[in-house]
Each structure stands twice: as structure tokens, then as C-alpha cells.
């Protein structure tokens, strides 16, 4: 299967025996040109045509030799080595995964953990404590307080009996004819009181 990638490709890459095996094999090193953030760059395409473009070199190698990475997934270096493009030591992961796995999101998991209170100083206690869908603690308080804040801020919708003037049947909304109850909603007092009749009536 190595035969699949080009001998220019091979010929910037160094197997580092002294890596640790990941999946029985070592690291392949990318020992050209590099980006800052220490993935090899590989060449492809032609300057006749204009289609000469830089690749991630580990990206160029799983795509020749794997298959095409799923969209929205990233490729995540099981061995930690940024050089590395061995294909059998990337996994495609989605971004958050990735995140996780690497060193800044160890880091910041270890550093959350730590902590016992939230920035604004409620307990991180087993009642005071939800977790997100990807392991994520945060303060319940806080959350509760922010929906509150939201609430405050969406505009009410007014309540439609309360600009009427009249009820269906035609009776005004005046002070003596007029009962609100504790939801805020009118009531017309000579309507209610007909009906209390009308159910007499039946009763008897």
C-alpha cells in the first residue's frame, strides 16, 4: 500500500524508531517544510495549469492511502505528534473531540476540576452541579439566572382580552361589571352570572 503515495512524498519523510508504537507502528516524521503549528506541508498539483497548491502532508497521506475524511470531522494524531503522517496513527474525530483529546483541552479539563466554585461564587455541589451533552460541568444557579434574564428581556405579548371594551355578548368592561382574576385575565360578571343561572335551571 505504500506504493500509493508518490517517492517526493517518501523522500521527506524519516520513520522514527525511537517513537512510541501506536497501533504496531511507528511515527513517520515530516521532515520538510512545516506550519507553525508543526503540520508538515506537501506540494500537489502543476504550475502549467495553476492548480499547484500546499496540503497538510498527514491529511495528503490518509486521503491516498485511507479515503476521503468524513465532512465535518478532523483528523487527530493518536501518537501526538504533529509531524507525524502515518495514516494508521490519525483517526478522523469531530472538532470537539479533538479539542478534548489534545493537550490544551487536558489542560483546561484538569483546571476546571480543580476549581470548587463557579466565577461567581456558588458551590460546584452534587445539587448546584448539571453537566453538558460533552462532560462539561456548569452551575445550575447561574443557568437559572441567565434564563431568568432572558425572560425579562422578550417582549410580552399583550393579552388580546385585555384592549376590548366590551365583552363577546356585548357587555361593556366597566369597573361594576368587570371581575379579574389572578392570572390577570377579565371576566364579565353579568355573562357569569347568567350562566350560573342557566346551570340552576338545568340542575333542578
Not at 59 to 86: E, S, T, W
Request: aromatic share 8%; glycine share 6%; charged share 30%.
Amino acid at each position: 500500500m505504500y506504493k500509493i503515495l508518490p517517492k517526493r512524498f517518501w523522500d521527506k519523510v524519516k520513520v522514527d524508531l525511537s517513537s512510541p508504537l501506536v497501533r504496531d507502528e511507528h511515527c513517520w516524521i515530516w521532515i520538510a517544510a512545516h506550519l507553525v503549528q508543526g503540520y508538515g506541508q506537501f506540494s500537489v498539483g502543476s504550475r502549467k495549469d495553476n492548480s499547484r497548491k500546499m496540503v497538510r502532508a498527514h491529511r495528503f497521506a490518509y486521503k491516498a492511502m485511507i479515503g476521503p475524511i468524513p465532512d465535518g470531522l478532523q483528523l487527530d494524531h493518536l501518537c501526538r505528534n504533529r509531524a507525524c503522517v502515518n495514516p494508521s496513527h490519525l483517526e478522523p474525530v469531530t472538532g470537539i473531540e479533538n479539542t478534548r483529546r489534545g493537550l490544551t483541552g487536558i489542560v483546561t479539563a484538569l483546571r476546571e476540576r480543580a476549581k470548587t466554585h463557579c466565577p461567581k461564587g456558588h458551590p460546584y455541589d452534587e445539587t448546584n452541579t448539571g453537566y453538558t451533552s460533552n462532560g462539561w460541568r456548569y452551575c445550575r444557579t447561574c443557568a437559572r439566572e441567565r434564563e431568568r434574564r432572558k425572560a425579562e428581556l422578550l417582549p410580552r405579548k399583550p393579552n388580546p382580552n385585555s384592549i376590548k371594551t366590551h365583552c363577546p355578548r356585548g357587555h361593556a368592561y366597566d369597573n361594576q361589571n368587570t371581575y379579574v382574576k389572578p392570572d390577570g385575565r377579565r371576566v364579565c360578571r353579568t355573562c357569569h352570572n347568567l350562566l350560573r343561572r342557566l346551570k340552576r335551571r338545568v340542575n333542578k
